[in-house]
């Protein structure tokens, strides 16, 4: 039996390549992900914001404002 030590070494150092550039193709995602996704995403937004829900608080927060959004939402279909 014949050991050929230029085809191991061919073959390890394929395999080294291999690893190094999928490590280097995760880290490169990885980075775009950073890009792309910001860290804090619940942060105050800012500029000319407006705030799309607000809570009122009032005497009237009883059945009959539930049912008057339950209409609203059935009717619009939101």
Not at 37 to 52: C, E, L, N, Q, T
């Amino acid at each position: 039996m014949v050991i050929s030590l230029r085809k191991y070494l061919r073959t390890l150092r394929l395999i080294v390549v291999f690893c190094a550039l999928t490590y280097l193709l995760y880290k490169m995602i990885g980075l775009f992900g950073v890009f792309l996704f910001p860290a804090d995403k619940y942060r105050i937004p800012d500029g000319a914001a407006v705030k799309a829900f607000h809570i009122e608080r009032s005497n009237s927060m009883g059945l009959e404002y539930m049912a008057d959004r339950l209409k609203l939402f059935y009717w619009y279909g939101e």
